[in-house]
């Protein structure tokens, strides 16, 4: 269809949407909407089936004006299979991808209405509870809450001990949301969202988890991995800690995590950049729109939050 179609489509990406779980200490995107009337959209209803009871727990954003909607309706396809479709939602709980796959009559229609209130704590426990996993079976003594011990004393115990296997961190619902391995007195790996290793370690310091965590011996690691940390734990910890302490300094400059960005030229002039935030540049350049909000830059560019502001701080100049 490139080159061939007869109007731009760019005059339609204000229709698009993501739709939100808001019940979440950090929200989630669970997929995209299209807008289809002045206060309906349409989406795949696989989406919605384990929040047709709670839709007060999802919400609308529209990421081109900023806008964010509540929802009071769900329309399912009259032949769309709910009960079926609940069953192999709830199955695949723990994995971020569905397992349901697109097919006939896999839509719903939600209607819109604004005035969006904050969501009360009986409705973010009644969701947490219905869509929560079971607690995964864990070594005893190697399991906390991040609430309680630092993760940095967690890894160091872990490290100097010289254990084999994998420290998992979950969110309220009992999902994965961090991974680290750890072998020979060292941490080796690490995933968080799309960042991988040193990024991976640093993002998580920076974004304060505080879920709870577990050890899972293990050979290798679940996840594809290639290289492994070069850093030594305890160097690794010191860099994650000094990013730390510089992030509140450079989000103050940049407006905080909610402000947003757009191009004022068309190519980035790299040079005028200093050396050491040049790539980071780069990676950040093509999603400054002005409808990402900075805080959510570290998952499009695949930078930790420290690399992400410091360049943004320099381009800003």
């Given at each position: ?25 950090r929200e989630e995107a669970l997929g995209s909407v299209w807008l289809v009337d002045q ?125 084999e296997g994998t420290l998992i961190i979950t969110d309220e619902r009992n999902r994965a ?77 940049l407006g905080g995590e909610r402000a947003v960005f757009q191009r004022a030229r068309e ?51």
């Amino acid at each position: 269809m490139t080159g061939r179609t007869a109007f731009d489509v760019r005059c339609h990406a204000g229709s698009v949407g993501l739709l939100m779980d808001r019940t979440l200490k950090r929200e989630e995107a669970l997929g995209s909407v299209w807008l289809v009337d002045q206060d309906k959209v349409a989406t795949c209803a696989h989406l919605l089936v384990l929040y047709t009871d709670v839709l007060d727990a999802l919400k609308v954003r529209f990421p081109a004006n900023r806008e964010e909607w509540g929802i009071t309706e769900a329309v399912f396809h009259p032949e769309f299979k709910v009960k079926q479709a609940s069953q192999a939602a709830r199955r695949s709980l723990g994995s971020p991808v569905p397992a349901l796959a697109l097919q006939d009559h896999n839509l719903v229609i939600l209607t819109l209405t604004p005035g969006l209130l904050e969501p009360g704590p009986e409705l973010v426990s009644a969701v947490n509870e219905q869509l929560s996993l079971p607690p995964p079976s864990r070594d005893r003594g190697l399991s906390g809450h991040l609430a309680d011990l630092d993760l940095a004393l967690v890894l160091q115990t872990i490290t100097n001990a010289r254990k084999e296997g994998t420290l998992i961190i979950t969110d309220e619902r009992n999902r994965a949301l961090a991974k680290v391995y750890c072998r020979d007195g060292k941490i080796v790996h690490a995933r968080y969202g799309p960042l991988t290793n040193e990024p991976a370690i640093y993002q998580v310091v920076s974004q304060h988890l505080l879920g709870n965590f577990y050890f899972q011996g293990q050979k290798q690691p679940d996840w594809p991995v290639a290289e492994p940390i070069a850093r030594q734990t305890d160097m690794l910890l010191i860099e994650s800690h000094r990013r730390l302490d510089e992030i509140p300094r450079l989000l103050l400059d940049l407006g905080g995590e909610r402000a947003v960005f757009q191009r004022a030229r068309e190519h980035l002039e790299v040079e005028r950049l200093p050396p050491e935030v040049r790539i980071e540049a780069q990676r950040i350049w093509p999603y400054l729109t002005g409808t990402v909000q900075v805080g959510q830059l570290w998952q499009l560019a695949g930078l930790d939050d420290f690399a992400v502001f410091s360049a943004l701080a320099e381009m800003a100049k």
